[in-house]
């Protein structure tokens, strides 16, 4: 006997989450995980079994549903990586240098 799926019948789309899952699913120039993530939610909507997203994409059931319950909690923004903790980060995002300079050391 098959069990049915927790995300069964829970994941339904906004015509605006549609859209926006499918422009990502088809991105050339997003992070690859980005698109994946945007392929399980599109697949969990059409009523597709989460073993089948997972062969067809080639990763967990477990993180196909982690996905689908994080997007029904939390809808797109769930799908965006969660803050890591950790050391800050120690140089500023621009290169640390003053405007002008190069940053390399004189003999």
């Known amino acids: 006997m098959r069990l049915k799926s927790p995300l069964h019948g829970k994941l339904t789309l906004t ?3 549609r859209t926006e899952l499918e422009r990502r699913s088809r991105a050339l120039g997003a992070p690859y995980r980005m698109v994946v993530r945007a392929k399980v939610i599109l697949g969990l909507a059409a009523a597709r079994g989460i073993g089948a997203i997972s062969r ?3 990763m967990q059931r477990r993180h196909v549903r982690k996905w689908g ?3 029904v909690r939390k809808r797109l923004p ?5 803050p890591r903790s950790g050391r800050p980060a120690r140089f500023s995002p621009r290169g640390g240098c003053a405007s002008g300079e190069a940053g390399l050391r004189a003999a």
């Open 69 to 71: 319950e994080r997007f």
């Open 15 to 17: 015509e605006e989450e």
């Open 56 to 58: 067809e994409l080639h």
């Open 78 to 82: 769930g799908l965006d990586d969660d």
